[in-house]
Nanobody, 118 residues
Framework: VQLVESGGGLVQPGGSLSLSCTGS????????LAWYRQRPRNQRELVAE???????????TYAEFVKGRFTISRGEGNDIVSLHMTDLAPADTAVYSC?????????WGQGTQVTVAS
């Protein structure tokens, strides 16, 4: 099983960035998916998660610090989950990692660096 994030980089405050996570080795439609981040000198924290529901039965959950700014969505094919980030601030600078889990099994990507600076 392999998860690979892409889309990180340097962006100015107030800018936008989209992250994608490619997965292989499993049928990820059966997995809950999430994005985490780890800011410098901080513990890893949950950013957003999305369950396996479809349409109106799909549930998305966001951390308070990203509500209204970030959007998580499930992808198609190998692009299993994305995170669209807007109105970025320096405090959003972190390594962002995607996570796939079902039951007690978790899979992680290596992470992609997002740096918000002018």
């Amino acid at each position: 099983v392999q998860l690979v994030e892409s889309g990180g980089g340097l962006v100015q405050p107030g800018g936008s960035l989209s992250l994608s996570c490619t997965g292989s080795g499993r049928v990820f439609s059966f997995y809950n998916l999430a994005w985490y981040r780890q800011r410098p000198r901080n513990q890893r924290e949950l950013v957003a998660e999305i369950d396996t529901g479809v349409g109106s039965r799909q549930t998305k959950t966001y951390a308070e610090f990203v509500k209204g700014r970030f959007t998580i969505s499930r992808g198609e094919g190998n692009d299993i989950v994305s995170l669209h980030m807007t109105d970025l601030a320096p405090a959003d600078t972190a390594v962002y990692s995607c996570n796939a889990y079902v039951g007690g099994t978790h899979y992680w990507g290596q992470g992609t660096q997002v740096t918000v600076a002018s």
